[in-house]
């Protein structure tokens, strides 16, 4: 096997288990078996490192992004659809679950920075959705970015943060408050 693809997934690995701050180029080269001056002709520093990583996440997002989406779908499908696709990756890939708790609980800048180009690659792909979807007059011309942002986070609130004082919500019941709230407005 390449040793730089080899160093890579020993790095996010260690990252996963680790998190970014607790991981040492030591642990990298004895997960990978391979010397740490082996490391250094590849990445001149455990940030680089993470930086390589952390390119490769937003690539795997973009695949999941595009595996949800469906040209004949409504804008309500497809961003609902990416939207549960996105929380279903985070929620199961390793490396992301360690990643938010260590920006949670540590606020590490590093992996706080790396989390914020992981959003913004999401709002940029919800942004695209968004944008076709005014192209082709199913919703009102609006700004896309700020429209994606939103979106965002109101699903990751409804998702996170509504269920630590009560009961989840089902993705039929957050599908019809994304309709209610951003789609048809509150207004009788």
Not at 78 to 107: A, C, P, Y
Not at 135 to 146: F, T
Request: hydrophobic letters at 45%; one cysteine or more; glycine letters at 4%.
């Amino acid at each position: 096997m390449d040793r730089k693809k080899l160093i890579i997934e020993a790095a996010a690995k260690s990252f996963s288990l680790y998190g970014y701050k607790a991981t040492t180029m030591d642990q990298v080269a004895k997960l990978a078996n391979v010397g740490k001056g082996t490391i250094y002709t590849f990445f001149k520093t455990k940030e680089e490192l993470f930086d390589e990583i952390i390119h490769s996440l937003i690539a795997e997002i973009r695949v999941v992004v595009e595996g949800a989406m469906n040209d004949t779908a409504s804008i309500l499908e497809n961003v609902n659809n990416v939207l549960v696709s996105i929380h279903e990756f985070r929620e199961s890939h390793q490396l992301t679950i360690k990643l938010i708790q260590e920006e949670r609980d540590m606020g590490t800048q590093t992996v706080v920075e790396a989390m914020q180009r992981v959003e913004q690659s999401i709002i940029q792909y919800m942004k695209a959705i968004i944008q076709k979807a005014i192209d082709k007059g199913e919703i009102k011309s609006c700004d896309p970015e700020i429209t994606a942002f939103v979106m965002l986070k109101m699903y990751f609130s409804l998702v996170v943060d509504w269920q630590r004082n009560h009961p989840p919500l089902d993705k039929e019941e957050i599908s019809k408050l994304f309709e209610l709230y951003l789609l048809k407005g509150l207004l009788a």
